[in-house]
C-alpha cells in the first residue's frame, strides 16, 4: 500500500484538484476491515503540498515576472508608443515635404495633412513629457480636442433636432452620427 505515496504526491505537484481528490480517494480500511495505516499522512502531505503549491507560486509569480524583464511596465509601454508615434509623424512629415517639393499634391491638401502632422507630432511629445514626470503645458492640441469634442456634442444635438423634426431620414442621421461619433473616438485616443 506504501506505493500510493509518491504517486498521490507527484500528482500534487502539477494539479490542484486532481491529488486532493486521489488522496480522498484512498480507502479508509482495507477489505479485511483494519485501518489503512498511512492514509492520514498521505491526506496531510497532498493538501500541504497543494496549498504550499498554490500559495508559494501564487506569491511570488508576479516579483519573477517583474525581475525576469518579461512584463513591461505601462510607463515604459507608454514612452515607447509615444516614440513611436514621433517617429511615425517625423517620416510622414518628412514625405509630405518631399511631395510639396515636387508639386505633386495641391497645397491646400498638404497644409491639411500637415496641420494634422504637426498635431499627432506635438501630441507625442506632450505624452513623452508626462512620462517624464514634466507638467506639461496644455497646448493648443489639448484645446483644440476639447474645443472639437464639445462642437461634436453641439452637432449631434443639431442632428438629433434635423431627425425629430423629420427633415432627414434615418439613413443620413444614422450615417452622420456615425461619422461624428468615429471623430469623437478619434479624439479621445488622442
Known sequence: M???VPVVLTWAGTRGVVPLAAALSIPVATESGTDL????????LT???VVVTLVVQG?????VVRRSGIALEPDHTEREEANARCSLAGAGMQRLEELAE???VPDVVVDRLRRGLSARLEDARDRLAESAGEAPAESADVIYRQLRRNLIAVETAQLQRLY???????????????SLDL???RLADA
Open 2 to 4: 506504501n506505493w500510493r
Open 47 to 49: 493538501t500541504s503540498v
Open 164 to 178: 425629430d423634426d423629420h427633415l432627414i431620414s434615418d439613413t443620413t442621421r444614422r450615417r452622420l452620427q456615425r
Open 37 to 44: 495505516a498511512d492514509r492520514p499522512l498521505v491526506l496531510v
Open 183 to 185: 471623430e469623437d473616438a
Open 59 to 63: 506569491f511570488t509569480l508576479a516579483p
Open 102 to 104: 515636387l508639386e505633386a
